[in-house]
C-alpha cells in the first residue's frame, strides 16, 4: 500500500491552450512520462482542455482543468501535486502527439527532469467519443450601469457508436446534464440551453433600477459549467464525470464532480454492492482511513478531524470509480476537508480487497 500511495499525484489547475482554431473534441494519449506508462483523456472546446492522466502502475486518475490559449503557440504547461509531490509537463501538443520535458520535485530531494512522449492512442479498447459544446455570455444592458457579466457552459462527450452500449451511454449522459432522454440531437440542446439562461438572466437583471444596480456591485454576475468527460477507461468499465462548477457571488464559486461506473459488457451502471460482498463493504471506512493517512502523510494516531479532516471517520462515497487497479472515491470540497484542498480522491488498491471482491467481476 505504501509503495503504491507514495507515486500518486493529485493535479491543479495550469493547463494552457494551443494556437488552433476553435473547436470541440475528445483524444486519448498514451505514451511515457520518463519511465512510467500514462494515459491522457483530453476533451476540448471553448479553448479550454479540461481532462484526466493517469499512470498504469497506480491508475489514480488525477483532474486537470485549462486556462486558455499562449497567445498564437502550441505550448502548453501541466502542473500537478499532491502534498510533498509535484509534476510539472512543459510540451507541444497537436493532433498526433505531446511532448516535451517533465519535472519532478519531493521536498527534501534535488528535482528530477526527464522526456515525456504521448501519442494519439485510436485503440478500439477506447470508446469513440465526440465532443459537443456549447457557450453563451452576455452583459447587462448599459443603462444598467452595472458591469456584472453571465456565462453559461455546457459539454460533454457523446457516443460516435449506435450499438446498446453507446445507447445506454447517452441515456446516462442525458441524466447527468438533466437533459431530456428524447433528444437525438444534443448540440442544438445544449446551445437552446445555454442560450435560454443567459437571456432569462439578462431579462431578470434589467429590471433593476441603475440605483438599485449600482448599490449590489458585481454581487449579479453569474458563472455556470457542467462538463461530461471521461475519467477513467479499461477493457471492462468506463467512468464517466460530471464536472460542475457555479457561481452566483461571494469569495468563490463552488465546484463538484460526480460520477458513473457503466459495465463496456452490458451498459448497465455499476454499484458497491456488484463488486464486494458485505464483509468488504463494511471494511472500507479502515481502508479509507489508512489510505487517507498515507496520502496525506499522517503519521500520528490523532483521530482525522485533528488531522486537518472535517470529519472523525471517512465513509465511503456513492461517488466511485474502478480502475485496473482499485477502487476510488471522490469527495468533493467540504464534504471531509476544506474547500481550499479540493475534491479528495482517495484510491484502495485490489490488493486490498479481492478477499472481498464478488465471483466474476473483472478488472
Not at 472546446?45 to 493517469?54: C, F, H, L, M, R
Not at 453563451?136 to 450499438?163: H, R
Request: contains cysteine; charged residues 15%.
Amino acid at each position: 500500500m505504501k509503495n503504491f500511495c507514495s507515486a500518486l499525484f493529485f493535479l491543479m489547475l495550469s493547463f494552457r491552450g494551443l494556437g488552433q482554431t476553435n473547436q470541440s473534441w475528445y483524444k486519448v494519449y498514451t505514451g511515457k512520462v520518463g519511465n512510467l506508462a500514462a494515459t491522457i483523456h483530453l476533451h476540448q472546446a471553448e479553448k479550454n482542455y479540461n481532462g484526466y492522466i493517469w499512470f498504469d502502475q497506480n491508475q489514480w486518475p488525477i483532474p486537470f482543468y485549462s486556462g486558455d490559449r499562449v497567445g498564437l503557440t502550441d505550448s502548453i504547461n501541466l502542473s500537478c501535486s499532491s502534498g510533498p509531490v509535484s509534476l510539472n509537463l512543459t510540451g507541444v501538443l497537436n493532433s498526433e502527439s505531446f511532448k516535451g520535458t517533465s519535472v519532478l520535485e519531493k521536498e527534501g530531494s534535488s528535482s528530477k527532469k526527464a522526456q515525456f512522449e504521448l501519442k494519439l492512442n485510436n485503440d478500439k479498447k477506447f470508446t469513440s467519443f465526440g465532443y459537443i459544446s456549447a457557450h453563451d455570455s452576455t452583459a447587462l444592458l448599459p443603462q444598467i450601469k452595472n458591469e456584472s457579466t453571465c456565462d453559461y457552459i455546457v459539454a460533454s462527450v457523446w457516443p460516435k457508436g449506435n450499438t446498446s452500449v453507446d445507447a445506454a451511454l447517452k441515456k446516462q449522459i442525458a441524466k447527468m446534464l438533466s437533459m431530456p432522454a428524447t433528444v437525438t440531437e444534443p448540440g442544438k440542446w445544449f446551445t437552446s440551453f445555454v442560450n435560454k439562461s443567459a437571456a432569462a438572466w439578462k431579462k431578470d437583471n434589467s429590471k433593476l433600477s441603475p440605483k438599485d444596480a449600482s448599490e449590489v456591485g458585481l454581487s449579479l454576475s453569474v458563472q455556470e459549467e457542467n462538463r461530461v468527460m471521461v475519467m477513467y477507461e479499461n477493457a471492462y468499465y468506463i467512468t464517466l464525470a460530471n464536472y460542475t462548477f457555479s457561481y452566483t457571488g461571494g469569495a468563490h464559486g463552488n465546484y463538484a464532480t460526480s460520477l458513473a461506473v457503466i459495465d463496456k459488457q452490458n451498459g448497465q451502471q455499476i454499484k458497491l454492492t456488484d463488486v464486494l460482498n458485505t464483509a468488504g463493504i463494511k471494511l472500507l471506512p479502515v481502508l479509507l482511513e489508512k489510505v487517507a493517512r498515507l496520502q496525506y502523510g499522517i503519521k500520528n494516531n490523532l483521530p482525522l478531524d485533528q488531522n486537518n479532516f472535517l470529519v472523525k471517520k471517512v465513509e465511503p462515497s456513492k461517488n466511485f470509480y474502478i480502475t485496473s487497479s482499485g477502487i476510488g472515491f471522490l469527495y468533493a470540497p467540504y464534504e471531509i476537508k476544506s474547500f481550499a484542498e479540493g475534491d479528495v480522491n482517495l484510491l484502495i488498491p485490489f490488493t486490498a480487497l479481492n478477499t472481498y471482491l464478488l465471483p466474476g467481476f473483472q478488472h
